[in-house]
């Protein structure tokens, strides 16, 4: 465990009543509301806490690693007068911290005098800049249909087994800056990077951890680890102290941060369970009615402001609950979210990497960041067309289901075979295969020409002009 | 003017209790703590108040001082509100950043309305005349052509005994004088008004002018009337935020209040860079010279989300007294019961559905109720419309929000989720969706436009709800096996989905569509129905129509023919007889 870093503070010997990670200690004078505690066993082993409520003469603290072997006489609390902060440095970048910011990599304690609140604080509205410049991720389903922005919150809804691991590591491993289709290729500006992993497979972290070193990115990575067998109560923590060290990288020293925060379902799990023990009244699924604040206070730590140059551009992945969409987490998320990227079963079988379902998928943030001197003009209407006939696809799919492909109108048949290219073609792409903004249009063309000109609506006359490819008559 | 009135011994996230005075009232404005942080009495028991506190409680103690004002909480109403942009309890955000920089620290103070800004003031009244509530003083210029008419508060009267001469004044300084009984009062272009107690009117009237949108499916499917409450609900991604901020920038209103409502800091940030530069199509001014904001975002203090609803619908009915239109916004009403819940579950009352406060209907009732179109106490009209999104978990309609909503709404907009899978936006579901103000608001139709606009807009809807039939039997059987007369629905309803209720945000024509535009789509799709079915009845092939040019020329016709243009859609009817009349002509023998 690691060492406390505030010193001083009162002192309580023994405590009332042990609930589960929730202790109520008596007799504290002049505690503060969610003030940090340090808690020492009976054998002077020290744990970290927070005070959740305080009323006359006692306090209700949450232990952080959880209250196993602790006693009701044998336990001293220190309440150290101040809420909880982590040490921040660029020097962290490169190095690997457990869940509530303490090495443990084997290295020092980051030098620096630098300390924040690991809640932080709002944003003011004013003070932000509206996101515009987007991340080419090489990516074509997100690219080109659901493009992220910088300074976007975009999450990946996932269900368990699925490849969401490797799709974020291609997004971190392949994203720059954005640039107008057909502009040269320039060095692209990296991305720091910071990783948080709440309540994941030791295996899960040791993907990233050698996916960062084999792209040469991990001297720009900081990881915060909280895994499957760690307290889950820290859990609340750690995002917290990943998004802390972040807003310090992006606008104290004006760094583009990517940060990845996964597996946000673990995430929800700890702060119920820590609801649930404090006998709150639950609303859905037993969640706590502050589940909404509580995950909007993480997410809205994202952006651009007008006082520095950096951004925070937030990936956080779920996986859902028996992959179903309408569970508090993903729901309340894609709440608060700008979009979000899904991920589906049916893909996944058909083996078609990155498995993205694109109509459930989303960006709200994607008309601001495309078109005329962002991508290319056509970007948007080739995007609703696509959209609009891949959605087309799916009716016809259900017809042909039932009447056969053979009984479909001449024009369905097209949708269909439209339907098929798009997921191998458009969809469907290597794991090491980064494709830039012009490949994903053309790509998308090549598609759009399968079909018949005149169902064509949502892109111009010229731009089929331009880049319609087909042969109309034989369409 | 603050005496402490008691000591605090509990403290739960925003809820905290003190001892101290029984004197202390209930929404009492209190400050908390050392730093003297804003909050609301909402419980009395004894000696013992339970506070809601407006600002995060981190760092705050058991013992701490809580000081009394005597004041519920209010807004400040006065010329410099349109423009502002505030948090929850009316402070302005620019302020904020200017003095801690671009995080909301505690503990920040500001006048929500500027002290020294001065005001072009032209008085109305003279000594000796006798005033009521409510009645114009005089006025004062807030933009360059917005009139700010300045009232007096609708608790006093009295008879002018002394009046400022035309000129330029702050909103503290006296420019008028009032005889109440034996007391002389001075009255200021700024006056306070409680949040939540509704502003006094004389009597309402009916609703029966529709507030125009220029959102298609809104205006022509589904009006609100002005003085009327919308609810928008639908699941993420749908579009509540597009369809609201659609609605701010094209109504036609005199003034909008937009409130961010827990809702997220970019979208607030989007609004705010994009207004200013946008122009009013009306007044051929910037739209944010009609606007007030409150952005109470879903990382800032919950309590203050729930004030920030009472908040601003105080600043539309302080408008609307002047004899104003006011459209309000609130996305999201969801996010405000939940505050309303937070708040409860802390006090341990006794939860009903879903873990949501048994007074949760009564409070949506008193909010929605604080719309009407109104007679004003000084004798002129105006309106509050509302339109309130709600964000019900997992898009499922049945939860309490959403149904205790439809109660008290008389038009209700539902937006789907595979219309919006599908990019068909606004993704307002046509079969879902309902106005009750159908009827009421038919003969402004007819006197705007000379035309039986109710007929129309039904029988569209009666072709619509036949596709919605139709399309399930193609689902089983395939297109083929209808009539062509049945198909000839499904065409009419494919151009009327694609050509009239769908319609692009961004698009810089399509974005608003004129009274006269809507008509004239409707009618024309409704004549291609009506010729179509003439020659499909006739035995011509339905191919031959839906492969006719005019079709994708009527389709397209949203984003290229301009608000301006009306003499093209007479070319596009031509189209329609000449291309249909060739084919009539062919099947006619």
New interface residues.
Partial sequence: MSQITVQGGQEVVGVARIEGPILVVEGAANVSYDEVVEIQDARGQLRRGRVLEVGQGFAVVQVFAGSTGLSIDGTRVRFLGGTLRIPVAEEMLGRIFDGLGSPIDGGPEPLTDVYRDVNGQPINPTARIYPRDYIQTGISTIDGVNTLLRGQKLPLFSGAGMPHDQLAAQIVRQSTLGKVAGAPPTEGEEFAIVFAAMGVKNDVAEYFRKSFTESGALTRVTMFLNLADDPPVERVVTPRAALTLAEYLAYDLDKHVLVVLTDMTNYGEALRQISNVRGEVPSRKGYPGYLYSDLASLYERTGRIRTSKGSITQIPILTMPNDDMTHPMPDLTGYITEGQIVLGRELYYAGIYPPVTVLPSLSRLMKDGIGKNRTRDDHPRWGAQLYAAYARTQDVRALASVIGEEELSDVDQKYLKFGRAFEREFVNQAFTENRTIERTLEIGWNLLSMLPKKELTRVTLDEIAQYYKGDDAAN | MSDQVGTI?????PVVRARGSKFVGMLELVEVGDERLVGEVIGLKGDQMTVQVYE????????APVYGTGLPLSVELGPGLIQS?YDGVQRP??L??EA??????RGARFDSISREKKWKYIPKVKIGDAVQGGSVLGVAMETDTFEHRVMLNPDDSGVITWVASAGDYTVTDPIAKLRMGKEEKTITMMQRWPVRRPRPFKNRRGANIPLITGQRILDTFFPVAKGGAAGIPG???SGKTVTQHSIAKWADAEVIVYI?C?E???E???V??EFPHLVDPRSGRPLMERTVLI?N????P?AAREASIYTGITIAEYYRDMGYHVALMADSTS?WA??L??V??RL?EM?AE??YPAYLAGRLAEFYERAGYVDNLNGTQGSVSVVGAV?P????FSEPVTQHTKRFIRCFWALD?SL????HFPAINWLDSYSEYLEDVGAWWLEKTGKDWLTMRNRAMELLSEEARLSQI???????ALPYTERMVLETSRLIR?GLLQQNA?DSVDAYSSVEKQIRLLELALYFHERGMAIVKRGAPIHLIH?LPVV?MF??AKSSITNEEMHKFDELKKQIDQQMGQLDAEYRS
Avoid: C, H
Avoid at chain 2, 393 to 396: K, S, T
């Fill in positions: 011994t509990w403290i739960s996230g995060e409680t981190s760092g705050m103690q058991t013992g942009i955000l620019p904020i950043e801690m920089g671009s995080f909301i620290n699941p993420f991604g961010g827990g997220r800091g970019n607030m940030t989007e705010l860079q952005a975002t879903s990382n800032m919950v996010r939940e505050a819940r937070e409860s579950g341990e939860p879903e873990g964000s978990p997992g898009g499922d989720k919006a899978s599908a990019r193609v689902k089983l059987v395939g297109p083929d694609e961004t492969d994708d389709i397209r």
